[in-house]
């Protein structure tokens, strides 16, 4: 691994590089090797009469290592150049099946050869970038990280879209959220958690926003809080995450997706109602795709790229949401868009017992499997709150990426569990 800046600040100087052959030009009696190491390139200049045996049997993307002594050279890419004293193949590569210009589903199929490609590396680089500056965000903060099971006795969302498996003569579920477990890590009065971790949706969706595995950033904090408090609380983190993205990516994001340098503006905030009217719609309305992105055009003409839709009605909403004291019909609840696409589906908990209980019974369901979770809420409960964030639809959006396929490492649909 080497990175170019530092090549460059340590130049006149003996370097030894390791790399993937990006790049292979000859002319007479010079070589010009350029290296890759992740996103960085260097060109390795080798000349003399020994150029035809460093040079025989590269082919492009072979794994190299170089040996050789740097210098700073004005016309190189970066300004430095290494020149070459010996090269030698550490793996020779076949021909790689997939380039630039093949169909992304076909792409999908060879990930190792597909992140050869720098523009496809990228956004998983960006991933990680942003995920590290959410965990030191909520670090600084007093958010203890946890690590729950992903195996459970009963779905944690709605039935419908669970996985369900054999497990030694009963059946249990794949989490298709860590719910349960963010709010008993509460009641148990760890006071400040969040897990990031996969979660699974048995969606028979195939459209670029959906995935049967994922990512889930999830959030939960005590503390008495309004939605829109909960919603401005994610919003700075993901500016603070998007900053530390900037400045670790900044150069090879303006190249390749611009878009993820856009500044996201101020937070807009409307209430369910207001997001109806606003669509023409009758209030109560349950907003699809189609309406989000027309409510993020409206929030773009203002400047701002987040907008969260808060006091969403009570139809539409798990049985743990809080409900608002003075309208019953909607709850203390939010769905935070990020460029007219649905981001995070957050609430204020129902922390007390004996109407959480209620509520369940309300939406006619028997809480078999939960009652861990359930019984807990008996030992005083304090009020709480939180969110769950999909981080492939973020990293998509954020750098203009047509699905959040191009934001995986390897994407599951209900026909794509290969490789
Ligand atoms: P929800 O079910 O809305 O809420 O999920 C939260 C966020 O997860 C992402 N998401 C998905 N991403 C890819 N593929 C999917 N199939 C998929 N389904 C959901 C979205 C969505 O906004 N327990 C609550 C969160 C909470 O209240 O804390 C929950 O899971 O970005």
Redesign the pocket.
């Known amino acids: 691994m080497f990175c170019i800046e530092s090549i460059k600040a340590r130049a006149p100087g003996p370097v030894v590089l390791e790399g993937f052959v990006h790049a292979l030009r000859r002319q007479g009696r010079i070589a010009f090797i350029v290296l890759r190491s992740r996103l960085d390139v260097v060109q390795c200049v080798a000349m003399g009469p020994h150029v035809p045996a460093i040079v025989a049997g590269i082919s492009a993307e072979s794994c190299v290592r170089v040996r050789g002594t740097s210098k700073l050279q004005a016309q190189a890419p970066h300004g430095v150049e290494v020149v070459v004293e010996s090269l030698e193949v550490l793996a020779a590569a076949a021909s790689l099946p997939i380039d630039e210009r093949t169909e992304a589903s076909h792409k999908a199929r060879y990930p190792a050869a597909r992140l050869r490609q720098p523009r496809e590396l990228l956004p998983l680089l960006a991933s990680a970038q942003l995920e590290s500056g959410m965990r030191a965000w909520l670090g600084a903060r007093g958010f203890v990280e946890i690590h729950t099971p992903k195996i459970m006795a009963a779905p944690?969302?709605s039935g419908a879209e669970v996985f369900g498996l054999g497990y030694f003569g009963q059946t249990a579920y794949l989490a298709?959220?860590p719910?349960f477990y963010?709010q008993m890590a509460i009641v148990g009065g760890m006071e400040r958690v969040f897990e990031i971790g996969p979660?699974f949706?048995a969606?028979p969706?195939f459209t670029g926003?959906?995935?049967?595995e994922?990512t889930?950033v999830?959030?939960?904090l005590q503390g008495e809080r309004c939605a829109a408090e909960l919603a401005a609380l994610e919003h700075e983190m993901l500016v603070h995450a998007f900053e530390g993205l900037a400045s670790a990516l900044g150069p090879h994001l303006a190249r390749h997706y611009p878009s993820a340098l856009e500044p996201p503006g101020a937070l807009h905030v409307m209430t369910h109602a207001q997001a109806c009217d606003r669509l023409g719609l009758p209030e109560g309305t349950a907003l699809g795709w189609a309406h989000e992105r027309a409510l993020g055009e409206s929030a773009a003409a203002q400047g701002a790229a987040f907008c969260a839709i808060v006091g969403v009605p009570w139809s539409q909403r798990?049985f743990y949401h809080r409900r608002l004291p003075a309208a019953v019909h909607l709850t203390d609840?939010f769905?935070l868009l990020y460029r007219g696409m649905?981001?995070?589906?957050?609430?204020m908990r129902e922390h007390r017992h004996a109407r959480l209980l209620a509520q369940l019974a309300e939406k006619g369901l028997s809480g078999a499997g939960a009652e861990g979770y359930l019984e807990s809420f008996q030992w005083g409960a304090p009020p709480h709150g939180?969110?769950?964030?999909?981080l492939?639809?973020?990293v998509a959006l954020h750098l203009g990426l047509p699905s959040?396929r191009e934001a995986s490492f390897l994407h599951r649909t209900p026909k794509s569990i290969v490789p």
């Open positions: 944690s969302e298709q959220s719910q963010k979660v949706r969606e969706s926003r959906h995935a049967t994922f889930s999830d959030v939960e798990p609840s769905e649905e981001i995070t589906t957050g609430a939180g969110f769950g964030l999909g492939a639809r973020l959040i």
